[in-house]
T-cell receptor, first 108, second 115 residues
Framework: QKEVEQNSGPLSVPEGAIASLNCTYS??????FFWYRQYSGKSPELIMF????GDKEDGRFTAQLNKASQYVSLLIRDSQPSDSATYLC????????FGTGTSLTVIP | DGGITQSPKYLFRKEGQNVTLSCEQN?????MYWYRQDPGQGLRLIYY???????QKGDIAEGYSVSREKKESFPLTVTSAQKNPTAFYLC??????????????FGEGSWLTVV
């Protein structure tokens, strides 16, 4: 079983819609959770991190954490073509564990 | 500006040749990491170091070597024993361990191609 699992997609949404990206993790002791965006041929860049159960909002992005269900999600509101990328989920305790990423395409 | 600098951005290696990828950070981070990413694939951990003069193998360490003589520097050598080294290599750093409050940041990456 992988430490962090994501649906590889591809996920396609129309411009202006909400994109929902999901991630599950296996280590109940994980303390920190991260979402990274990676454009093709570029390195991952941090979008958000979340440590506590509930929602955390930053502009068009909302991260949601449910430790009981071991589930992390990222919502992107008013999706733009520039949001088209691969989104990596990560969980951390003593080490960082990355999912394989979900490819998102926002269709103009 | 604070950040992680990788060089070179593009590197070509001949069969049987060792090459070294440089990684320098000025974020005062204790931990540094090397990942490999193949096209369309996720990140795979090669080596990591939580403290100077100490480093640990990751999931795919065979054919690679590292050193950590300075806190700021964590070079990766791709040896001739690595039979399929063509990939995108990412260096990263964080404060010590992945505990709450720490975040991992990435350099811009190095593309290695075998010719």
């Amino acid at each position: 079983q992988k430490e962090v699992e994501q649906n590889s997609g591809p996920l396609s949404v129309p411009e202006g819609a909400i994109a929902s990206l999901n991630c599950t993790y296996s280590d109940r002791g994980s303390q920190s959770f991260f979402w990274y965006r990676q454009y093709s041929g570029k390195s991952p860049e941090l979008i958000m991190f979340i440590y506590s159960n509930g929602d955390k909002e930053d502009g068009r992005f909302t991260a949601q954490l449910n430790k009981a269900s071991q589930y992390v999600s990222l919502l992107i509101r008013d999706s733009q073509p520039s949001d088209s990328a691969t989104y990596l989920c990560a969980a951390a305790r003593n080490q960082f564990y990355f999912g394989t990423g979900t490819s998102l395409t926002v269709i103009p | 500006d604070g950040g992680i600098t990788q060089s070179p951005k593009y590197l070509f290696r001949k069969e049987g040749q060792n090459v070294t990828l440089s990684c320098e950070q000025n974020l005062n981070h204790d931990a540094m990491y090397w990942y490999r990413q193949d096209p369309g694939q996720g990140l795979r951990l090669i080596y990591y170091s939580h403290i100077v003069n100490d480093f640990q193998k990751g999931d795919i360490a065979e054919g690679y070597s590292v050193s950590r003589e300075k806190k700021e520097s964590f070079p990766l050598t791709v040896t001739s024993a690595q039979k399929n080294p063509t990939a995108f290599y990412l260096c990263a750093s964080s404060h010590f361990r992945g505990s709450s409050g720490n975040t991992i940041y990435f350099g811009e990456g190095s593309w290695l191609t075998v010719v």
